[in-house]
């Protein structure tokens, strides 16, 4: 009986699986490269620019229709996160309607109206959304830095729903080697 050399059909093996391995690789990275474009075009997104100096880190974000109050920006050694709570279109103006005087009164009448009656009188028609676009509720933008920070000494501004950040860049740690 011959003895036949399998090393080489081995090796061929352990090749294919490796291309394969790296295929898929590369596919879960596209995928995930399509789901952050995606998430990207979301209405709930924070717009934000982000450029690098040789000491700092300058942010800005875009967060229209947003109150000073309802911005919350949390930094951490690698990364800055945006928080922020809007109000919805639709529960502005519904609080609108509802806190109008005539609504107050035509609730008032309506209740008098079911009392004496016994009719269950139609309560207003409530607003039926057809396009939203705009940001509602809380919107969380993450921002991973390159390198470390110092947060402590992040100066932030506000101004017409823009925030600006300007970072410190943590100083690089150098040591002397002593060559022996």
Known sequence: M???DFSETKKTAQDTIDDILIG???AGKTIDDMITDYKDTLPNKIN???LEG???FYLRADIPGASKESVNI????????????????EEEI??????SKEAQEEKEENKEVEETTGEEVKEQPKLKSLVKGRASSTTKRVIKLPSKIVPEETDAQYDKGTVTLIIPKEPPKTYNVTIE
């Open 2 to 4: 011959a003895k036949h």
């Open 24 to 26: 898929l690789k590369s």
């Open 54 to 56: 040789n000491d700092k």
């Open 74 to 89: 949390e930094i951490k050694d690698e990364s800055v996160s945006i928080v922020c709570e809007f109000t919805s279109f």
């Open 48 to 50: 934000i620019d982000l």
């Open 94 to 99: 519904s609080e609108k309607i509802n806190a």
